[in-house]
């Protein structure tokens, strides 16, 4: 089942770790955000593989934004 | 007598009936229980009593008499959750709309006053259209006893509202005064004005969901606490909510067995990151900490920078407020402070203690936060802490700066005992934003002024930085391993557990609103 996993504030991305095809388990960092000075890493939920990353670093975000998919 | 009493039953059955079929299933075709089906899969089995199912309206105009029917749309009674006693109310949608008149309110008011009476905890299921214009004033008129008992039962027994159907108009205020709000997405709507008079009056459109379903309140307005998928899920929530309550405030919050000792866990040394700009999710640290599974979050989506909640410690009852610096970097805001303080007020009603996990830079700055009034929101927070009596114990884990500090740890406005990791970071600010002040002119006098600063940024934290100069003043009490938080915590707890402490007598108190 795929999984979307959506930023849950207006950040700024900082890093993606991941590309789509890259094997992830439950927890591991996807993606680094930053927010009002703050690292927030994104972690997937769920085991799986990455489907598609959605955002580069750079890019803002705003609550709710898709930034990839796990299935 | 055999006469008399098959009499009864036909006229009970009649009552039970008098849905039928049609109604019935133009309930289930919104997506809804009925009122029936809502009170049998809230209680325990077959614990259910009716008060007052003959109680019809006492209006004749506009062709009330025709349509009057017993119970005037509203089920009253008492039953069992996990064994205790509650007192309820379920509002028939399928009889006059659910609407309220003057009966209606009544039955509603004399429930009301039953679980004041009886020290039971009040569950209102709301799915009504609103006030009964048939009844006119007197419909308004039942709103007001319905709002004032509310008032005056706060604080005295826990006041839960499912919201289940709309909610519109006055009516919301039953649930605005309650201590929780449920909601259901898909069937709930709560407004005070719908998106018809909304369209007409100022000419913005907008649909039922969007302007008052269950994720707009749980999500950005606040006033829902809870929010579910289906009508079950929400059940099981309130019967879960419901077990970690006193049934009124002259008890103590039930105690459960706990199913974990106090064994240290090595895995809490790795969770808070040493550097102040990683954050972390403070759930890792509640799961970790409190009674396995035992939290109950409360506005788990509203106000994120800040978790609340139900917990077990040890087996004991504990309201828990920390900061999530996984969100907005874990500051206070104006949705913050109101979320904390009515969830701290509710505690201390109920005798539940209190445990702050603190990692907070402070209180967010910004002009819209100022002209939306911080200062009497933020000083909710003080005063209810200051108010609280209930025990009240801090853990500073990392970042507790300035007027973050004051509120959730300061040993003197309110908290009985502070403990710390080796971690934490107590300040009037973080050091660049301090030592940019104190030697303002000697770094714009040195020749290279970014160097200079991380230098003294450097001595200043060498000095000031950690927990140990707040322990030598005494305003931290012990600095503990994370590995030995939940043993700790639960010494410090058990260590004041049967407090005593006096508030000067008074009428009430004028909490900034």
Redesign the interface.
Known sequence: MAKEIKA??LSKILEVKVKPGDAVKAKDVLLVLE???????VRTPIDGVVKSVEVKPGDTVDRNSLLAVVE | MEELVKDLEARKRAIRERDGEKRVSSQHKKGKLTAWERIERLLDRDSFSEINPFVTTRVTDFGMDKKRMPGDAVITGYGRINGRKVYLFSQDFTTLGGSLGEMHAQKIARIQDLAMANGCPLIQMNDSGGARIQEGILSLNGYGAIFKRNSLASGVIPQLSLILGPSAGGAVYASGLSDFVFMVRGISRMYITGPDVIKRVAGEEIGHEELGGADVHAQVSGVAHFAHETEDECFKAVRRLLSYLPQNAYEVPPYREPDRGLASDEALDKVIPL?P????DVHEVIEAVFDAGSFMEIHEEYA?NVVVGLARLNGHVVGIVANQ?????G?LDINASDKIARFVRFCDCFNIPLVNLIDT?GYLPGSTQEFDGIIRHGAKILYAYSEATVPKIVLIMRKAYGGAYIALCSRDMAYDRVLAYPTADIAVMGAEGAVAIIFRKEIAAAQDPEKRLEELKRQYLEKFGGPYLSASYGLVDQVIAPAETRRELFRALDSILEKQESRPEKKHGNIPL
């Open positions: 849950k504030m927010s009002m000075k703050m690292k927030i890493p | 550097d700009e990683e954050s972390y994120m610096p996984e969100f907005m970097a500051v830079p």
